[in-house]
């Protein structure tokens, strides 16, 4: 069993920054992948990102690379997403999730899932 928490959320203004944190307990961080994905209103939920634990490779959706970083920190069990250069079109919901084995974009193989927290980029 694997609890999953986010936070770092909030509003910012177009250009802005926000680093969301993930805090995992419950297993190790071995054999376990764990990404972000966002939900926009009345949108599907979309992958952002995600890091394979015990390799530390990382995949970067296409709409987030070069402004989004993900990086792991095994030691502490957190999981972070470093957002820059923000747009009004990433607000939405960022949830963190966890599945047994390497990363994949489909939020219906991932095992575990977070609360959520809210990202509002305004213009």
């Known amino acids: 069993q694997v609890t999953l928490v986010e936070s770092g959320g909030g509003l910012v203004q177009a250009g802005g920054s926000l680093r969301l944190s993930c805090a995992a307990s419950?297993?190790?961080?071995?054999?376990?992948?764990m990404s972000w994905f966002r939900q926009a209103p009345g949108k599907e939920r979309d992958f952002v990102a995600g890091?394979?634990?015990?390799?530390?490779?990382?995949y970067l959706a296409n709409s987030i690379k070069g402004r989004f970083t993900i990086s792991r920190d095994n030691a502490k069990n957190t999981m972070y997403l470093q957002m820059n250069n923000l747009k009004p079109d990433d607000t939405a919901v960022y949830y963190c999730?966890?599945?047994?084995?390497?990363?994949?974009?489909?939020?219906?193989?991932?095992?575990?899932w977070g609360e959520g927290t809210q990202v509002t980029v305004s213009s």
């Open positions: 419950g297993r190790t961080f071995s054999g376990v992948a």
């Open positions: 999730a966890a599945r047994y084995g390497v990363v994949d974009s489909r939020s219906a193989y991932y095992h575990f």
């Open positions: 890091v394979n634990c015990d390799t530390g490779n990382t």
